[in-house]
């Protein structure tokens, strides 16, 4: 058989290939051989298919009837005495024989039609299983090497020399790659085309950023913590809710670590995108409160249908509050579900008494004077029952200036 061992001397080569399991490798094989036998005798049934794929062995045996001499109808499955005891000359009528054939015996384009069918079928089946594989995949973070990089895209290999794309468009804008740099990504997809498996990676997915939290916080990975939301502006900025549901523990606190221990490598890997965590609720105006954050609002007014919330702060608060950029609001329009509108809460200024001496008499100034009220705003606060009691002036007389104090700030 040794011309066999050298026409299928690169079959052993089939027990080192990814994704095929050894059990479809020996059914892949005896199929293709099957095919070749029908094709050569019209029939397969009589013949036995014996692979070894670890070696890359191959046998075919061929099971015939041995008939008197003349007999024969049917060289394939029949044999004539004579030929059987050149074999044997102990066989005798009615016995089988098994002759081995070789694979010389088929003709050098049979051979050859049967060597393209195999690595044709061992191409889908790799291409198959890859397929498979990586589907179950999407959501997990995958670590390979650079092997090339382009404009539009960079080619990974994982440790298996799978490759793997990741387009511009799934890159931090800031990123930086060279063949043979280590590489950490998610599996956003895998597609099919032209009868090929692509799989693309992300590293702007928000996604990818809940796999890392996860990675680096045991509470999450363990479900003491839970991420219910993830908003990115990639390699900017982001923000994440979180939960817990046991009171002991403080999902902030745990998420960022001890002095930032925990967040710190998050950070590094999406190229020092500024991460906020805050506590989740469903209560929308707290949530917007705390989307803003570090902003500190003075009141918040909700509009459930149209889904907009008009927040007013302090003027001192309004920058903080949209961020640089506009980063801040738009990750809190994001992460809310709402479209909010900053507004400045401006507090009136007082004024002074003495510039209503065109109206107000000066003595009767003077009497406000006389018990703390120096502005118009400190005259307002009082009822006029108190003012009247505390000035001594006529209950007209305090109606009258009332009057002219509240008409400054309409």
Avoid at 47 to 72: A, H, M, Q, S, Y
């Amino acid at each position: 058989m040794e011309k066999n061992l050298n026409l299928i001397s690169n079959f052993a080569e089939f027990k080192e290939l990814k994704n095929i399991d050894k059990t479809t490798m020996i059914g892949v094989l005896e199929d293709v051989f099957r095919h070749l036998l029908v094709k050569t005798f019209e029939t397969d049934e009589n013949f036995d298919v014996i692979i070894n794929p670890e070696k890359g062995d191959l046998e075919i045996w061929r099971n015939r009837t041995i008939v008197n001499d003349g007999e024969v109808e049917n060289p394939n499955s029949q044999i004539s005495l004579s030929e059987a005891k050149k074999l044997d000359d102990t066989y005798e009528v009615g016995e089988e024989v098994a002759d081995q054939l070789d694979l010389s015996s088929f003709g050098r384009r049979a051979v050859l039609s049967l060597r393209q069918n195999l690595a044709s079928r061992i191409l889908d089946l790799e291409k198959a299983n890859l397929f498979a594989k990586y589907s179950e995949r999407v959501g997990e973070v995958v670590t390979g090497e650079v092997y090339q990089v382009w404009k539009k895209e960079i080619l990974v290999l994982d440790d298996e020399n799978n490759e793997l794309i990741l387009p511009k468009s799934e890159q931090i804008p800031s990123d930086f790659f060279r063949k043979g740099d280590s590489i950490k990504a998610i599996v956003s997809k895998v597609e099919m085309r032209n009868n090929t498996p692509v799989i693309i990676l992300s590293r702007t997915a928000p996604e990818f950023l809940e796999r890392l939290f996860e990675a680096e916080v045991p509470e999450i990975f363990d479900g003491l913590i839970t991420i219910k939301k993830i908003v990115r502006i990639p390699g900017e900025r982001a923000k994440v809710a979180v939960e817990s549901y046991d009171d002991r523990i403080d999902p902030v606190g745990a998420c960022v670590g001890m002095k930032g221990s925990r967040i710190y490598s998050i950070v590094k890997e999406l190229r020092n995108e500024s991460i906020d965590v805050v506590n989740w609720t469903a209560n929308t105006q707290l949530l917007i409160q705390r989307a803003l954050n570090p902003a500190k609002i003075s009141s918040i007014t909700l509009d459930e249908a149209k889904k907009t919330a008009s927040v007013y702060l302090k003027p001192s608060e309004v920058s903080l509050a949209i961020g640089r950029g506009g980063l801040n609001i738009r990750l809190a329009n994001m992460l809310t579900g709402y479209d909010i509108d900053v507004y400045r809460d401006v507090e009136e200024e007082d004024v002074d008494l003495d510039e209503f001496a065109d109206e107000i008499d000066q003595w009767i100034i003077d009497a406000f004077k006389a018990i703390g009220c120096d502005t118009a705003k400190s005259v307002l606060e009082l009822s006029s029952e108190e003012l009247v009691r505390r000035t001594d002036l006529e209950e007209e007389t305090i109606a009258e200036v009332v009057s002219i104090l509240r008409s400054e700030f309409e």
